[in-house]
T-cell receptor, first 118, second 111 residues
């Protein structure tokens, strides 16, 4: 069974500082990996995904993440935080669906709330 | 493109009642998944529909059932509501080799 662990339920940074949100996964086979962002009272928006190929993945709003198979990690970073980055962030894994169509179910971590101070 | 739309946005029900939530997928998407997000938690997978069949199911009781229509829209039904069913219910749609796109969710409160 797949599982996702996000280290730190709350992360607080100053505007302009580095953002680092940690994610470790457990999977019997290399999974697909995702980071989603959720603003209050809204659905989830995809930031970036890793499927195959380059292990450093760039996403929207200046975020990027690196897949490290040896560490089973997929940490999310942004060099300089902006006030608008304040939200909850979810790391997720998906199996590679045997049916060959769209991805299978997503297994999410518990989420990390990012607070950005002026 | 309207994206994934869910209705209603908010709903209040009494314990023991039944509820139906609706989802219209993003244009061109044929797969619909449902998730339950309790307060302060990550979303939990309920089930996924493809070609009007339930393709995968998470660890939810039979009180949770669904349906997918020929136009790919979907319904989530929950019978015999419990207080613990109070949550944000998210619908996500996808297509071949695309990631899941989420709707805004339906906030269900059971009193």
């Amino acid at each position: 069974a797949q599982s996702v662990t996000q280290l730190g339920s709350h992360v607080s940074v100053s505007e302009g500082a580095l953002v680092l949100l940690r994610c470790n996964y457990s999977s019997s086979v290399p999974p697909y990996l995702f980071w989603y962002v959720q603003y209050p009272n809204q659905g989830l928006q995809l930031l970036l995904k890793y499927t195959t190929g380059a292990t450093l993945v760039k996403g929207i709003n200046g975020f990027e993440a690196e897949f490290k198979k040896s560490e089973t990690s997929f940490h999310l970073t942004k060099p300089s935080a902006h006030m608008s980055d304040a939200a909850e962030y979810f790391c997720a894994v998906s199996d590679r669906h045997a049916g060959g169509t769209s991805y299978g179910k997503l297994t999410f971590g518990q989420g990390t709330i990012l607070t950005v101070h002026p | 493109d309207a994206g994934v739309t869910q209705s209603p946005t908010h709903l209040i029900k009494t314990r023991g009642q039944q509820v139906t939530l609706r989802c219209s997928p993003k244009s061109g998407h044929d797969t619909v998944s449902w998730y339950q997000q309790a307060l302060g938690q990550g979303p939990q997978f309920i089930f996924q529909y493809y070609e009007e069949e339930e393709r995968q199911r998470g660890n939810f009781p039979d009180r949770f059932s669904g349906h997918q229509f020929p136009n790919y829209s979907s319904e989530l039904n929950v019978n015999a509501l419990l207080l613990g069913d109070s949550a944000l219910y998210l619908c996500a749609s996808s297509w071949i080799n695309t990631e899941a796109f989420f709707g805004q969710g339906t906030r269900l409160t059971v009193v």
